[in-house]
């Protein structure tokens, strides 16, 4: 539910201002506006991180300890591990929208993407953007690291424990526990990865808008 809840919001962050721009022929967005989308974008994204990480971990205790399930996966444990979600992706967002705010820029400025992207701001600042740059290559590690790292171990013991079913039938009932999962965090991180190596490839923010498509619109669509 809170998955659903966030990529509903996610997708709000951005899609309605896009459709009202290319309905009004108007691509204006005000500073605090854009501040403001910046904050709930950045929100959004690191807990579609968190909460993939907790799924992962969920169907790791439903598959490999079924037994120790509703033990260990108690409403107790569920509800702490979604609130640490939220207030940590909280305050990474709190802490990159502020360190934006202090920064320096021209009176007009034309960004080159359909969303208020941070890279495409850092870009356009008149000031020192170097504790910028730094505080995203140190959350990148942390947030985006960090949990991949656990979600690959969970699921590399998944597969383990599916392997040493005997049965064919025991296997399918495992595999299709977590195969709607594993199909999100595919999306999830394929599309953010795509975006980053065609930025980094063309050097064109035309490509890396498109590419942006892919995880603002194509992936929460997808969410089974």
């Known amino acids: 539910r809170n998955l659903s809840f966030v990529d509903i919001c996610f997708v709000s962050t951005t899609i309605p201002k896009m459709l009202v721009n290319i309905q009004t022929q108007s691509q204006v967005i005000t500073y605090k506006g854009c501040v403001t989308q910046m904050y709930f974008l950045i929100l959004f994204v690191a807990l ?30 569920c509800g702490l591990l979604l609130l640490v979600s939220w207030i940590t992706s909280a305050l990474y967002s709190f802490l990159e929208s502020l360190m934006v705010l202090l920064l320096s820029f021209c009176t007009v400025l034309k960004i080159p993407h359909f969303f208020c992207e941070i890279s495409q701001i850092l870009q356009l600042a008149c000031s020192d ?30 597969v383990s424990c599916i392997c040493g079913i005997p049965s064919a039938q025991g296997k399918f009932k495992a595999f299709s526990t977590c195969v709607s999962h594993f199909s999100v965090v595919f999306l999830f991180y394929c599309t953010g990865v795509g975006v980053i190596l065609s930025s980094a490839a063309t050097h064109s923010s035309h490509a890396g808008a498109v590419a942006s498509v892919m995880y603002t619109v194509v992936t929460p669509m997808l969410n089974p």
Do not use: Q
């Not at 140190?138 to 790292?149: E, H, N, T």
């Open 129 to 158: 953007t170097f504790l910028n740059n730094l505080v995203i290559s140190l959350s990148a590690v942390l947030l985006a690291g960090v949990p991949f790292s656990g979600i690959f171990y969970s699921y590399s013991k998944i």
């Open 48 to 77: 579609d991180d968190f909460l993939l990480t907790v799924m992962a971990y969920d169907c790791f205790v439903a598959i490999c300890r079924p037994l120790y399930y509703t033990v260990i996966m108690n409403p107790r444990l």
